[in-house]
Structure formats: C-alpha cells, structure tokens
C-alpha cells in the first residue's frame, strides 16, 4: 500500500530522468562565496527582509528571495524548489498571484503585491530537531544515471538526509546547507535552522474542478468550481521531440510510492535494453513519489528526483513536477477530473507571460 492508503501501482509511462569551464576556478568561488552566504543568510535577515527590485536577484540567492518564495510556496503558488533566486519560476508564481489577486502583474514586486502576501506574523524559518527517522534511511551512496542501473535498487530513496531534509521543506541542498554553515545532517537531536512552507487557509484542501497544463508557459494550474485559481506550480511539460498531448483528458488514477516501468518501445536515448524493466518505489524514482495517470496511455502528472530542473529541463511527453507539488496536486484532484492541455496565445499580453 502507498502513502494514505493508496494502492501502488506500476507506471508504464514515457516520462524519465531528465562544465564549467575550470574546475579549480569554481572551488574557488564556492569557497569565496560560501561563508557570505552563510552570513547573509540568517533568520533574522530572513524574516525581515523586503522583497523589492534591489534585494532580489537571479543571480545569487538573497534573504528577500527566500522569504518571498516562502510566501508564495504557503499561498499555493509554489516557486518550485526554494532556493532564494528570483528566477524565472519564483516570477512565475508572482505572476499568477498577482493574476489571481486580481493585482497588476509584474516580474518585480509591487506594494498591493507584497500587502496580499503579507497576510500574516509567522516568521518564514523555524528551526528543527533532526529525528532519527530523518536520519534511518537507507540511503544510496548515488544515484545512477542510467534507467537500467536503477532496477535492481530495492528502494529508489535520497543518498543522504541532507537530500531528505531539503525536500522535507521544499528547499535546495545549497539553502539548506547556507542556513546551517558546519552542520552535516546525519546526527539525531541536532537542531536545525529551515523555512516554514507549510501552508494554510482556503487553498490548503481545496478541491480543484479542472487542471490546465500550459504548454508553452510550463505551468500547471487548478482551479475550483467558481473558476478561482487555487493552485499554480511550475512544471516540466514534454519537449520538441516528444511532445506532451494536446485537448482535455482526465485523471484516471493516482498512485502514491509507484514503480515505474520501462518499455523499450519508447527508445529513449541511453537507454539499451530491449526488455522492459520495472524500477521500485521511492523520492527518486524517475516518477518520483506520485503518479496521477491521465487517459492518454503512458502519460500522466508525477514528480521527480531533481527537483532544481523543474521548467530547466525536458520530459518525455509527461507533465513534471517537484514531489511535493505533485503531491499537493493529487490532494486536489479526483478520477474524472478533466485535465486540458493548452498552448498559451500568440498575443498574450505581458502581463499573463
């Protein structure tokens, strides 16, 4: 049995696993760069910074980054994995609240914008004792590249608690490790600093009436009986060579903790085995940790084992997702629920982008 009770169920899908120039150059900027971050970011620089044009960037992660993602991340317009950056999945999200708050719509932050946001006191870190389930396992030493190298693996869990605690709460392993400098998190009792994503409100259990992938946007979307936006998360969706579906399908199914099962049929590249081969359960499945089939055969909305690569990578025709947004998708969706895949309009405005 998966997760709540679900039955698990093998997935036979299309979807799989999706320098620098001088490596002694970039040691030595992570070097340079890691105790400034590690200073920067701090609670109390967190949950008092003002996200704004000149405290947030894509280019390094900044304390307004992570508080607005954190935000957004408990709003139910997830960033995707948070991380600090103002890229193009936290702009994303801002947008589509922006949209759904009926605000103007922006890449940078606005007053009203910041004003819906800022609905409540709760600081956006908390610190967190290390459980020895955190730490249990078993871990993978790596994790294999290849599809085939995976089926043999009785369990497809993280390489380390590092790993698992980021995921825990929607963070990356950099943030994780840049909030809690000298710490390797592999010690039961330790004490911990995270950000709080957990989220709240009406869009907590709301059930979604419809789902609409963008194609073109990588997004996906929910909305309830009234046409209101509850949900939005950045995705992966298809590529140019395998394309994700086009129309209106439906969920048929959802399984939690699924295997995944390789057809040779699909040829993906790389990949050499002519038999089909099935891979266990776990966060890095190349599904990930849910699997919400849809009625077109082999397709379907699951999440992944890179949660950093949403929107940054391809699929294999299939919709993306970090684990946790998969999850909170399948919290919000039923058997039946229609699930339309869309290509956004030549002249949409900038503002809906």
Same mark, same amino acid.
């Given at each position: 049995?998966?997760?709540?009770? #679900?039955?698990?169920?093998?997935?036979?899908?299309?979807?799989? =696993?999706?320098? #620098?120039?001088? =490596?002694?150059?970039?040691?030595?900027?992570?070097?340079?760069?890691?105790?400034?971050?590690?200073?920067?970011?701090n609670p109390a620089a967190i949950d008092t910074a003002e996200p704004s044009k000149k405290t947030l960037s894509n280019e390094k992660p900044t304390p307004a980054g992570v508080r607005l993602q954190v935000l957004l991340d408990r709003a139910h317009f997830s960033p995707g994995? =948070?991380?600090?950056?103002?890229?193009?999945?936290?702009?994303?999200?801002?947008?589509?609240?922006?949209?759904?708050?009926?605000?103007?719509?922006?890449?940078?932050?606005?007053? *009203?914008?910041?004003?819906?946001?800022?609905?409540?006191?709760?600081?956006?870190?908390?610190?967190?004792?290390?459980?020895?389930?955190?730490?249990?396992?078993?871990?993978?030493?790596?994790?294999?590249?290849?599809?085939?190298?995976?089926?043999d693996i009785p369990k497809l869990g993280f390489t380390?608690?590092?790993?698992?605690?980021?995921?825990?709460?929607?963070?990356?392993?950099?943030?994780?490790?840049?909030?809690?400098?000298?710490?390797?998190? *592999?010690?039961?009792?330790?004490?911990?600093?995270?950000?709080?994503?957990?989220?709240?409100?009406?869009?907590?259990?709301?059930? #979604?009436?419809?789902?609409?992938?963008?194609?073109?946007?990588q997004t996906v979307k929910l909305f309830d009986k009234s046409n209101a936006l509850i949900g939005f998360y950045p995705a992966t969706v298809g590529s140019e060579d395998k394309p994700s579906p086009s129309g209106t399908l439906k969920v048929t199914e959802i399984s939690r903790n699924p295997y995944y099962r390789y057809n040779p049929d699909y040829h993906f590249k790389g990949v050499h085995s002519r038999k089909p081969f099935t891979i266990k359960p776990g966060p890095n499945n190349p599904v990930g940790t849910v699997w919400i089939n849809l009625s077109a055969e082999g397709y379907g909305i699951h999440?992944?084992?890179?949660?950093?690569?949403?929107?940054?990578?391809?699929?294999?025709?299939?919709?993306?997702?970090?684990?946790?947004? #998969?999850?909170r998708v399948a919290g919000s969706v039923s058997k039946g629920t229609p699930v339309a895949f869309v290509d956004a309009p030549a002249d949409a405005s900038a503002s809906a982008r």
């Open positions: 049995m998966g997760d709540g009770g #679900a039955r698990r169920r093998t997935v036979n899908s299309g979807c799989s =696993i999706d320098r #620098a120039r001088s =490596i002694c150059i970039v040691l030595i900027l992570a070097l340079a760069t890691a105790p400034a971050l590690a200073a920067e970011m994995e =948070i991380d600090g950056r103002f890229g193009e999945n936290a702009k994303k999200a801002l947008r589509a609240y922006a949209e759904a708050r009926q605000l103007p719509g922006a890449d940078t932050m606005t007053d *009203d914008v910041w004003t819906a946001l800022r609905t409540e006191d709760r600081p956006v870190t908390l610190t967190y004792t290390i459980t020895e389930q955190d730490v249990a396992g078993p871990f993978l030493r790596k994790l294999p590249s290849k599809l085939e190298d995976m089926k380390n608690p590092r790993e698992a605690l980021a995921e825990k709460f929607h963070m990356s392993e950099q943030l994780l490790a840049a909030l809690n400098p000298g710490h390797h998190f *592999d010690h039961a009792g330790e004490t911990i600093v995270v950000v709080d994503a957990a989220g709240g409100g009406e869009g907590a259990s709301a059930k #979604a009436d419809r789902v609409e992938v963008d194609k073109v946007r999440g992944t084992p890179s949660p950093g690569k949403i929107s940054k990578a391809e699929s294999h025709g299939c919709v993306r997702l970090t684990n946790w947004d #998969a999850e």
